[in-house]
């Protein structure tokens, strides 16, 4: 019974040193998750977001909302995520988060993680997030534009 208390003891050791280096990448998630149910989910309308890669002080979450979908940029500012915009595919793609000012090494270490993260999920979920057209900027304390303003800027 002790060898078997040490082997599961060095499992869970070496599960815990595969762990992020960075341990408030989850409460970070929690944080961006928190803020955008608590920005868009409606009772009528249930948010959905997943998944949320966290990298620095940087974030990019998947959405669902009915039919609709899409992915959120967030940046942490004074110690408190905001929402910079909405997009779809251009929050998947090196490329695309390179035009909204990140640097190569953010855009690719997110793009990958973004992809990885995203396969595990239902295809069906997926396929919202790319329904999403175009790029709604949020206001500088991360609101949505005025009603109709962006509106039309999603697919529908």
């Not at 992020?20 to 409606?42: I, N």
């Not at 090494?105 to 990885?116: K, R």
């Amino acid at each position: 019974m002790n060898a078997l208390l040490k082997f599961a003891a060095t499992l869970l050791f070496g599960a815990l040193l595969a762990l992020p280096a960075s341990a408030d990448d989850s409460a970070d998630a929690g944080a961006v998750k928190h803020l955008m149910m608590a920005t868009f989910d409606k009772p009528e309308a249930p948010l959905t977001v997943e998944p949320v890669i966290v990298y620095e002080d940087i974030a990019v979450a998947g959405w669902a909302q009915g039919e609709m979908g899409g992915r959120a940029l967030l940046r942490k500012k004074d110690g408190a995520w905001v929402l910079t915009l909405c997009s779809g595919d251009a929050l998947k793609e090196a490329a695309g988060l390179k035009t909204f000012g990140l640097s190569a090494a953010a855009a690719d270490a997110i793009a990958a993680e973004v992809v990885a993260a995203e396969a595990k999920l239902d295809p069906a979920l997926v396929a919202k997030f790319s329904t999403f057209d175009g790029v709604v900027m949020m206001d500088g304390s991360g609101q949505h534009p005025p009603a109709g303003h962006g509106d039309a800027q999603h697919k529908g």
